[in-house]
């Protein structure tokens, strides 16, 4: 069996079976090596308690990274709306819950074949005083090569930035490791692109940084007005422009 080929495919098919409400484009999927230095620079970059993959899973050997974009349509919403659009914050609880099911069924799977798999839940796995995590998808996704960072913070890919990350960690190797991402940001371009900073309803992103706390409080603000719906401390303005969706 080719793993990684077979991962890949797993992937694809949950979230093609999944996407009857139309929220999704294809997922991208990548690996890293679990002893890859960089998952080191993570404690430098993010916090000293941010986890290593053994942390994950102690005889760690590869770290699976996969993306699923929303579609254009979710992010149209996203724009067209003053406040946040509830078809993102419905789509954000789905997407969720949808990677949380790839997380579970994947090493399921896998441990039927005799391979060894954990994972850390999508979301809300951070520290609320310091709005850290310790465990960052998107750092995850760009050591496996899925993209690159963003004026806005958030993970550029080949096809976007709208949209949600999962990872999962496994005691085998894979034949197919991460090449060095490509860059997406227009800024970073040299095209002089502000469009996330211009996006913000908040003002917390600014071309000095992103405020985290002033972002979060927004967030909070928003769950609190979708309080139909479950946990959706979401917004998304800063992907809606130019890198939302490639």
């Not at 080929?5 to 090596?33: D, H, M, S, T």
């Not at 000293?48 to 149209?76: E, M």
């Not at 706390?213 to 992907?239: H, I």
Request: proline fraction near 4%.
């Amino acid at each position: 069996m080719n793993l990684g080929q077979f991962i890949k495919g797993f992937i694809e098919k949950r979230v093609k079976e999944a996407n009857y409400l139309g929220y999704y484009r294809g997922p991208l999927v990548g690996f890293a090596k679990a002893d890859s230095p960089l998952f080191n620079t993570l404690k430098a970059v993010i916090s000293k308690d941010h986890y290593l993959p053994v942390d994950i899973l102690p005889r760690a050997k590869t770290v699976i990274a996969f993306f699923i974009p929303f579609s254009k349509g979710v992010v149209t919403e996203n724009l067209k709306e003053k406040f946040v659009s509830k078809t993102w914050a419905e789509s954000y609880i789905f997407t969720n819950r949808l990677i949380e099911d790839i997380c579970k069924k994947l090493c399921q799977t896998l441990k039927m074949e005799g391979i060894e798999a954990n994972w850390v839940e999508p979301t809300h796995n951070f520290d609320t005083e310091r709005l850290l995590s310790r465990w960052s998808h998107k750092h995850i996704a760009y050591i496996a090569g899925l993209g690159s960072f963003g004026r806005h913070q958030m993970l550029i890919t080949r096809r976007g930035a709208a949209g949600r990350l999962g990872s999962i960690v496994i005691n085998r190797e894979v034949n197919s490791y991460a090449n060095p991402p490509n860059i997406f940001c227009l800024h970073k371009m040299c095209q002089n692109c502000d469009y996330c900073i211009r996006a913000c309803p908040v003002s917390a992103l600014t071309s000095e940084g992103l405020d985290k706390k002033r972002c979060y409080q927004f967030l909070l603000k928003v769950d609190k007005y979708f309080g139909d719906l479950e946990l959706s401390d979401v917004c998304g303005k800063c992907l809606t422009g130019p890198c939302g969706i490639l």
